[in-house]
């Protein structure tokens, strides 16, 4: 390996830490500088459920099941997270090796028997441990990993590889936490993108110059529809005038809230040329997301859902969650429906008092204030499923 090989992989290796396939070109450099070696590099995001990636050069994606099966029972040369010399350094393995021979069992001489005919002897590799590194862990446990192994007819890795490696590690170690910063952030967004899609409910995240930055597939759908909701010019719009007036007079309110501190959220109807029931719409600040925050631009929540095929407002986890009589509770499922107080006192057969007095009764035991309020917590609760996605599609 040379001084400018070493450069070079520097720069791969901070490239990687931003753009992930990158790890892919850094482990072809690094083969390269070893003579053509055989490589495998593994990441694993700490404390995420997700398996570990790996990165290939020179060996077949079909045998690496083989090679897990036995890294996961520990290799020929000792699990690579017990001596500290693999976290120190780039190590030949035969270090490791030759201080496990003296008191090796008959079991340890039969699986390292069974490595090499199983996985390394039909990968074309020397009969020798591999040059390896892990410059992350978990738990003691490395997450980060590197090991390069010589192939047949290939050149033996000299003292002056290894010296020359030895001045990745601090990169490399580096690289790696920058790596699982950006990572951890990527993968919450990723689980939190993944939550809005399984929402039955339109959901629009709009900036302050009221465009649409974020979306999820109910919200997708229902602009699909092309029933009264559109986006068009980079901007959500109603099919009928009155109803945009009040879309952009209510998203104006709920900018300005963000500014002065109002969380207060605001509803509304959208009528639908197709004459079915109107799409209810609730229109709220966002709560001030943090420095640095990819969505830091979102500012108000538009959510919409489709009383035509929207999800099942469930009454008796509304009873049991907010401590509601079956009647409330009733007068809650069809509010969030998109039913007005006079409507609902009629398919219910109540005076419009009696539904009054009832709704008072609903905002003390959810401790909320107005109707928007209420039915923002309801839409957006445990109390709300999907129906069969077959039903839901675009009519």
Same mark, same amino acid.
């Given at each position: 390996?040379?001084?400018?090989?070493?450069?070079?992989?520097?720069?791969?290796?901070?490239?990687?830490?931003?753009?992930?396939?990158?790890?892919?070109?850094?482990?072809?450099?690094?083969?390269?500088?070893?003579?053509?070696?055989?490589?495998?590099?593994? #990441?694993? #995001?700490?404390?995420?459920?997700?398996?570990?990636?790996?990165?290939?050069?020179?060996?077949?994606?079909?045998?690496?099941?083989?090679?897990?099966?036995?890294?996961?029972?520990?290799?020929?040369?000792?699990?690579?997270?017990?001596?500290?010399?693999?976290?120190? *350094?780039?190590?030949?393995?035969?270090?490791?090796?030759?201080?496990?021979?003296?008191?090796?069992?008959?079991?340890?001489?039969?699986?390292?028997?069974?490595?090499?005919?199983?996985?390394?002897?039909?990968?074309?590799?020397?009969?020798?441990?591999?040059?390896?590194?892990?410059?992350?862990?978990?738990?003691?446990?490395?997450?980060?990993?590197?090991?390069?192994?010589? *192939?047949?007819?290939?050149?033996?890795?000299?003292?002056?590889?290894?010296? #020359?490696?030895?001045?990745?590690?601090?990169?490399?170690?580096?690289?790696?936490?920058?790596?699982?910063?950006?990572?951890?952030?990527?993968?919450?967004?990723?689980?939190?993108?993944?939550?809005?899609?399984?929402?039955?409910?339109?959901?629009?995240?709009?900036?302050?110059?009221?465009?649409?930055?974020?979306?999820?597939?109910?919200?997708?759908?229902?602009?699909?529809?092309?029933?009264?909701?559109?986006?068009?010019?980079?901007?959500?719009?109603?099919?009928?005038?009155?109803?945009?007036?009040?879309?952009?007079?209510?998203?104006?309110?709920?900018?300005?809230?963000?500014?002065?501190?109002?969380?207060?959220?605001?509803?509304?109807?959208?009528?639908?040329?197709?004459?079915? *029931?109107?799409?209810?719409?609730?229109?709220?600040?966002?709560?001030?997301?943090?420095?640095?925050?990819?969505?830091?631009?979102?500012?108000?929540?538009?959510?919409?859902?489709?009383?035509?095929?929207?999800?099942?407002?469930?009454?008796?986890?509304?009873?049991?969650?907010?401590?509601?009589?079956?009647?409330?509770?009733?007068?809650?499922?069809?509010?969030?429906?998109?039913?007005?107080?006079?409507?609902?006192?009629? *398919?219910?057969?109540?005076?419009?008092?009696?539904?009054?007095?009832?709704?008072?009764?609903?905002?003390?035991?959810?401790?909320?204030?107005?109707?928007?309020?209420?039915?923002?917590?309801?839409?957006?609760?445990?109390?709300?499923?999907?129906?069969?996605?077959?039903?839901?599609?675009?009519?």
């Amino acid at each position: 390996m040379t001084a400018d090989a070493v450069f070079s992989l520097v720069d791969r290796i901070y490239e990687a830490a931003v753009a992930p396939d990158r790890w892919q070109d850094f482990l072809v450099e690094l083969s390269q500088a070893f003579g053509g070696a055989a490589g495998l590099l593994a #990441l694993q #995001l700490p404390a995420s459920p997700h398996p570990a990636h790996y990165y290939l050069v020179h060996l077949r994606e079909e045998l690496h099941p083989i090679l897990e099966r036995h890294y996961a029972r520990g290799t020929p040369w000792g699990q690579l997270h017990g001596p500290p010399l693999f976290r120190e *350094r780039f190590v030949r393995s035969s270090e490791v090796l030759n201080r496990l021979l003296s008191n090796e069992s008959s079991d340890a001489k039969r699986e390292r028997s069974n490595f090499y005919a199983e996985w390394m002897q039909p990968e074309g590799l020397a009969p020798e441990g591999p040059v390896a590194h892990h410059f992350g862990e978990e738990d003691g446990v490395p997450v980060a990993a590197v090991a390069l192994y010589r *192939r047949v007819g290939g050149r033996r890795f000299t003292d002056d590889d290894l010296s #020359l490696a030895n001045l990745l590690v601090p990169h490399l170690a580096r690289a790696f936490r920058l790596y699982r910063r950006l990572g951890g952030a990527q993968h919450e967004r990723l689980a939190m993108a993944e939550v809005m899609n399984r929402l039955a409910l339109g959901v629009v995240l709009v900036d302050r110059e009221r465009r649409p930055i974020v979306s999820n597939r109910t919200a997708d759908r229902l602009i699909a529809l092309n029933d009264g909701l559109m986006r068009s010019e980079d901007r959500l719009r109603t099919e009928n005038p009155r109803d945009h007036a009040v879309l952009q007079k209510l998203l104006g309110e709920a900018i300005a809230g963000t500014r002065e501190g109002n969380r207060g959220s605001h509803v509304m109807t959208i009528s639908r040329p197709s004459g079915k *029931r109107a799409f209810p719409v609730v229109i709220a600040p966002l709560l001030a997301g943090e420095p640095g925050d990819a969505a830091e631009d979102a500012v108000v929540s538009v959510v919409v859902g489709d009383p035509e095929a929207m999800q099942a407002i469930n009454p008796e986890v509304l009873r049991t969650f907010y401590d509601l009589t079956p009647a409330e509770a009733e007068l809650v499922s069809l509010l969030a429906g998109g039913a007005s107080l006079e409507e609902a006192a009629k *398919r219910r057969g109540v005076t419009i008092n009696t539904v009054r007095s009832q709704l008072k009764n609903v905002f003390a035991k959810t401790e909320t204030n107005r109707q928007g309020d209420l039915i923002r917590l309801v839409l957006t609760g445990a109390a709300t499923s999907p129906e069969d996605p077959r039903k839901t599609e675009p009519r």
